[in-house]
């Protein structure tokens, strides 16, 4: 694109040690895994870089820390080509580690460890940078730096769009009112709307909320509200093999998306793209794909 928008994405960084096994565990004992890889990761993370890999032009603030996982963090989102300026090193704090066993199926469990050392304050976040981004996108996993960024775009009058997935409903709850944009994960939509199915959680968030919701289900797609009625967009059918990273791939692709001046069923319909493609290889947002790839994709369909 000659004119790519800026995105900043606010939120979760972790270094991540990826275990292929046959069968997710059940119980104590010992599994060995049968492939294993390495890679930089967390939400606001690889939205970042399927941002980039996707078109977009793309800025990182986060916090890790200043130690050798987070040299390898930095070497790794800034050969994306990811702008990490304001990714915030801390000393004697550990950067962010989970563990992830992938089974056969695509389905993932995660052991995610961030040290309470890297502190909240969001106070040193530039609000112009903020303030002159064409969008943002935050995830609920530091709520005092998502809330900051989330109301100098919105007084700035820059799409303001969250990634809200499971956490405490309050917190959540917090988020979306402010966001221009709330993309629910299907935990997290049924934990604040009380509701047994997404299309019944729906209806409940888009009352609740001002701004556009939309509630991801993994196979299923995404669904939002035009008027009414609950709409559903299915993703590209794909042999899982990991799941890992699915959802902040969508996120960063529909947040571009939007950016670019797409309407909201053209960048779900991107979104879902990108991410079902990114589920068919192991190694959570390593396989992102490159806009040629969901465009050729789509037009196939």
Known sequence: MPNPPHIVFLGAATMDMIFSVDTLPTGPGKILPKALVQAAHGMATSAAVAAVRLGG???LVTRIGADLMGEH???EITAEG????????????????SAVIVDNEGERLILPYYDSALGSDPDWIPAGFIEQADAI?????WPEGAMRAL??????GRLAVLDADTGPSDTIIALA????????????????????????????LDRRFAGFVAV????????????????????????????????????????????????????IVFANAAAAIKCASLGGRLGTPDRATVETLLAGR
């Open 177 to 204: 009112e402010r966001a221009t944009h709330a993309v629910f994960s299907e935990p997290a939509a049924l934990q604040v709307s009380g509701a047994a199915s997404i299309k019944e959680a729906l209806p409940v």
């Open 82 to 97: 990811v702008d990490c300026r304001h990714v915030r090193r801390f000393e004697g704090v550990p950067t962010p580690l």
């Open 137 to 141: 996108q935050v995830d609920i996993r």
């Open 57 to 59: 032009r793309a800025s």
């Open 216 to 267: 991801t289900g993994g196979a299923s797609g995404c669904f939002w509200m035009e008027g009414e009625q609950v709409q559903q967009a299915l993703p590209p059918p794909v042999k899982a093999v990991d799941t890992l990273a699915a959802g902040d791939v969508f996120h960063g692709a529909f947040t571009l998306a939007i950016a670019e001046g797409r309407s909201i069923r053209d960048a």
């Open 73 to 75: 963090f930095l070497a």
């Open 151 to 156: 109301t100098l775009a919105r007084q700035a």
